[in-house]
T-cell receptor, first 116, second 115 residues
Framework: AQKVTQAQTEISVVEKEDVTLDCVYE???????LFWYKQPPSGELVFLIR??????QNEISGRYSWNFQKSTSSFNFTITASQVVDSAVYFC?????????????FGKGTRLSVIA | DSGVTQTPKHLITATGQRVTLRCSPR?????VYWYQQSLDQGLQFLIQ???????AKGNILERFSAQQFPDLHSELNLSSLELGDSALYFC??????????????FGEGSRLTVL
C-alpha cells in the first residue's frame, strides 16, 4: 500500500535560514507521482509541485527546491532564505499510476514556523 | 483564490445530527474530491466524483454519503454525527478524472464541530 511519512511534525527557524522538509514514501508501483502542498494559516491547500517517478532531476523554483531520490524513496523540500510568509503546514503526497485512479495519499504534514 | 467554493465555512452541531457540506468546483473542472483533515489522522481521502459519477472511494464511513449534481457541484452528507467526526472537510477539484495527472485545487474547507 502507498504511504507517505513526514517525520518532522514541527520545525521552527529564524528568518533567512535555510530549512529542509523531509518526505519518505512507500509504494510497490514503479510509476507514481509525488506532490508537495502548502497549507497557510488561511487553511486552503496550495499546490507547489508535481513530479513523476521517472524524472529524478532536482527542481528549483525561486527559493524553493526539491530533491527527489528514488534510491532512498525520498522527495525532500528545501526553502532557502526562509521568510515569515513561508510559515505554514507543508504536505507531501503520493499517487500511484499503475493501479489505476488512485487518489493522492498525504503525509501528516510538517508545520513550519519562521520567526522574524 | 483557488476557485473552489465550500459552504459553510464553520458549522457547529450536536451528536446524532445530520449536516450537508457543499462544494462548487472550479469552472470547467469535472472531478470533485472530498478529504477529511483531523489532527490525529491527517488528510484522509473520502470519495471522488467525476462528471456526476462516483470514481473512487476511500475510507468513507457508511454514515457519510456524497453526490455530484448535473451542474457539477457536490454535497457531502454526514449523518448520525459523533464527536470524532469533528474535522476540517476539504473539497478539491480537477479537470481530469485521474487524480495524479494534474493539480488538485482545494477549497478553504468546512470546519465541523460536533458537541
Amino acid at each position: 500500500a502507498q504511504k507517505v511519512t513526514q517525520a518532522q511534525t514541527e520545525i521552527s527557524v529564524v528568518e533567512k535560514e535555510d530549512v529542509t522538509l523531509d518526505c519518505v514514501y512507500e509504494t510497490r508501483d514503479t510509476t507514481y507521482y509525488l506532490f508537495w502542498y502548502k497549507q497557510p494559516p488561511s487553511g486552503e491547500l496550495v499546490f507547489l509541485i508535481r513530479r513523476n517517478s521517472f524524472d529524478e532531476q532536482n527542481e528549483i523554483s525561486g527559493r524553493y527546491s526539491w530533491n527527489f531520490q528514488k534510491s532512498t524513496s525520498s522527495f525532500n523540500f528545501t526553502i532557502t532564505a526562509s521568510q515569515v510568509v513561508d510559515s505554514a503546514v507543508y504536505f507531501c503526497a503520493l499517487s500511484e499510476v499503475l493501479r489505476g485512479n488512485t487518489p493522492l495519499v498525504f503525509g501528516k504534514g510538517t508545520r513550519l514556523s519562521v520567526i522574524a | 483564490d483557488s476557485g473552489v467554493t465550500q459552504t459553510p465555512k464553520h458549522l457547529i452541531t450536536a451528536t446524532g445530527q445530520r449536516v450537508t457540506l457543499r462544494c462548487s468546483p472550479r469552472s470547467g473542472d469535472l472531478s470533485v474530491y472530498w478529504y477529511q483533515q483531523s489532527l490525529d489522522q491527517g488528510l484522509q481521502f473520502l470519495i471522488q466524483y467525476y462528471n456526476g459519477e462516483e470514481r473512487a472511494k476511500g475510507n468513507i464511513l457508511e454514515r457519510f454519503s456524497a453526490q455530484q449534481f448535473p451542474d457539477l457541484h457536490s454535497e457531502l452528507n454526514l449523518s448520525s454525527l459523533e464527536l470524532g467526526d469533528s474535522a476540517l472537510y476539504f473539497c478539491a477539484s480537477s479537470l481530469t478524472q485521474v487524480a495524479n495527472t494534474g493539480e488538485l485545487f482545494f477549497g478553504e474547507g468546512s470546519r465541523l464541530t460536533v458537541l
